[in-house]
T-cell receptor, first 113, second 111 residues
Framework: DAGVTQSPTHLIKTRGQQVTLRCSPKSGHDTVSWYQQALGQGPQFIFQYYEEEERQRGNFPDRFSGHQFPNYSSELNVNALLLGDSALYLC????????????FGQGTRLTVV | EDQVTQSPEALRLQEGESSSLNCSYTVSGLRGLFWYRQDPGKGPEFLFTLYSAGEEKEKERLKATLTKKESFLHITAPKPEDSATYLCAVQAASGTYKYIFGTGTRLKVLA
């Protein structure tokens, strides 16, 4: 079982650019959630995708958008990057129809310069 | 507003010195409380899920307990490899899917 995989592991972007992060969920999971974790803070919920639709969204601006594909993998897109978007972006997968815990990937470290 | 507070922020223990980490929460109905371990620069690693007050779970040197207002992560005879940040998260029962995390407790176990 490969677990949750994210790519890339590290990324450096310039302010104003756009970025796409990718996530493949754990085998058997159909739900993907994205979190942003600033240094020294707990993860903050961005949004969750289930059945290829955004099921819930946290307090993040519209610059943050996502997508889920038929194979349950997901992308997180961030437009017009700001310096404050620098963080560890975490993908978590779970099973949508059961009360199961979320398993996290290793994260993508995004640095905006 | 749903909220999670963890204490202490940081903890240094000698190898073999047992202690407890605290997670206090306020949530409009609890669906689940989760403990994770996070190593620097890595994603959180799942440890435990607790669903109702009085529930306890154990794994090696770790034991998690739950009351109606808080959870404790007890670490018995810790080893240096237990050094990490321990995160607590809650999920509310009222039609929400997000996890609300605390800021974590940074644990350092000295040999």
């Amino acid at each position: 079982d490969a677990g949750v995989t994210q790519s890339p592991t590290h990324l450096i972007k310039t302010r104003g650019q756009q970025v796409t992060l990718r996530c493949s969920p754990k085998s058997g999971h159909d739900t993907v959630s994205w979190y942003q974790q600033a240094l020294g803070q707990g993860p903050q919920f961005i949004f969750q995708y289930y059945e290829e639709e955004e099921r819930q969204r946290g307090n993040f601006p519209d610059r943050f958008s996502g997508h889920q594909f038929p194979n349950y993998s997901s992308e997180l897109n961030v437009n017009a990057l700001l310096l404050g978007d620098s963080a560890l972006y975490l993908c978590a997968s779970s099973s949508g129809d059961k009360n199961t815990e979320a398993f996290f990937g290793q994260g993508t470290r995004l640095t905006v310069v | 507003e749903d909220q999670v507070t963890q204490s202490p922020e940081a903890l240094r223990l000698q190898e073999g010195e047992s202690s407890s980490l605290n997670c206090s929460y306020t949530v409009s109905g609890l669906r689940g409380l989760f403990w994770y371990r996070q190593d620097p620069g890595k994603g959180p690693e799942f440890l435990f899920t607790l669903y109702s007050a009085g529930e306890e779970k154990e794994k090696e040197r770790l034991k998690a307990t739950l009351t109606k207002k808080e959870s404790f992560l007890h670490i018995t005879a810790p080893k240096p490899e237990d050094s990490a940040t321990y995160l607590c998260a809650v999920q509310a029962a009222s039609g929400t899917y997000k996890y609300i995390f605390g800021t974590g407790t940074r644990l350092k176990v000295l040999a």
